[in-house]
């Protein structure tokens, strides 16, 4: 069996998370990723947590990589990047705009020399725009884009996610990104400069609150743990912690009346649609948590799953990569490493037929395959 990306050769000149997280998902499907590194290193194998001197937040978003380390301020590290670009397929870089173009590897200067050459920019704001020349880190992109602003309690604070999602969407896209450039390029035979952003990525994976800004013309607000536009649909007190919960319709909220022994509910008009429901919520979480305080999470999941309603349990981090439902999904899977031994990585969530998972390797020691890659080289090799 072979995996999709089989045969595509990455340039890989990101750094820290959103273009390493990219060049992972690509990776485990089967690319060969060549990651160049300063001679100081990525940044990321330089922050915690750690484990026998290793980074292990680097170890998990540079799976299965190669490691060449170039000094791009020496005519020697220039040259050798160029000889590498023949020879790949794809370059991702997550530079502030103009840094390539400063070392002689810009788009326009890459793009041109090598017509195939898929070149992916990744920056904070885009290679246009007021904004381009701002430095961005994942907070900065939750609190432009309004997540930071709709998230959290009514009357609180505004509220991070409790994820990098801005740099995760970055990467996310910027792989999309390119998957559709060589898609194109197997019609045209041509590649193509690729430009996006960590906000345009995080204001686009925002659909709700972007039909609320563009169409309806309001401001979302924050509205803590329960759904803007939707009730019950949220998350409610039981008598030993928390439940979520999830009704769309007035047939589901039908069957959820009678699940809480609440038959009554169905009929009563402040809770008639959803429309409503979501108007009235505060006295209807009063009929749920009153039926669920009497009765464990695990019960009133329980109850509610048998009734057809969407339900669950509130999981912490380690209780979902622990799961059953994780395991059988192969969502992380064994690497070995010469100093950290066996451990886990997450691995990507797309299941192709026919295509194995896991088999991968560990993050690469840094400038692990300069000698190798570089006395290699030859020019032209895919364009």
């Keep these: 069996m072979r995996r999709p990306l089989e045969g595509v050769r990455v340039l890989d000149f990101s750094r820290v998370l959103a273009g390493p997280y990219c060049t992972a998902l690509m990776a485990d499907l089967g690319a060969d990723v060549i990651k160049v590194e300063p001679p100081a290193g990525d940044d990321y194998r330089h922050v915690g947590p750690f484990k026998d001197g ?18 791009l301020k020496t ?20 530079f502030r705009p103009g840094v ?47 997540l930071m602003d709709v998230t959290g309690e009514a009357d609180g604070p505004p509220m991070m996610v409790g994820e990098a999602l801005g740099d995760v969407a970055g990467g996310m896209f910027a792989a999309f990104g390119a998957m559709v450039a060589l898609f194109d390029r197997e019609r045209t035979g ?26 309806a013309g309001e401001t979302p607000q924050r509205t803590g743990n329960r759904h803007a536009l939707s009730a019950p649909f949220g998350t409610y007190q039981a008598k030993d912690g928390h439940f979520a919960v999830a009704v769309l319709n007035d047939r589901l909220f039908e069957s959820f009346s009678s699940a809480i022994a609440q038959p009554q509910l169905a009929d009563d008009p402040r809770f008639a649609t959803d429309v409503l429901r979501r108007q009235n919520e505060p006295e209807l979480a009063e009929f749920i948590e009153g039926w669920a305080a009497n009765n464990d999470v695990e019960t009133v999941v329980d109850n509610l799953t048998r009734a057809g309603i969407p ?38 969530p797309v299941h192709f037929n026919g295509a194995p998972r896991g088999g991968r390797q560990a993050a690469p020691a840094l400038g692990a395959h300069t000698v190798d890659i570089l006395k290699t080289l030859t020019h032209g090799d895919r364009t």
């Design 100 to 146: 390539m173009d400063r070392f002689g590897l810009g788009a326009a200067n890459l793009c041109g020399a090598f017509p195939k050459l898929v070149y992916v920019s990744l920056s904070g704001f885009g290679q246009t725009g007021p904004n381009k020349a701002l430095p961005a880190y994942d907070i900065i992109i939750q609190a432009m884009s309004g």
């Design 54 to 71: 290793e980074s292990l937040l680097f170890q998990s978003v540079n799976r299965g990589k190669k490691s060449v380390v170039l000094d």
């Design 75 to 94: 005519d020697a590290g220039k040259q050798a990047a160029l000889d590498l670009t023949a020879t790949c397929d794809v370059l991702i870089e997550n």
């Design 311 to 348: 339900a669950a349990p509130l999981s912490s981090v380690m209780q979902a990569w622990t799961s059953p439902q994780v395991e059988a999904r192969a969502l992380a899977s064994p690497v070995s490493h010469p100093t950290l031994g066996q451990f886990l990585v997450p691995e990507q």
């Design 190 to 215: 041509r590649g193509r400069h690729v430009d996006l952003s960590l906000f345009d990525s995080l204001v686009s994976m925002m659909p709700i609150a972007a039909c609320r800004a563009l169409i």
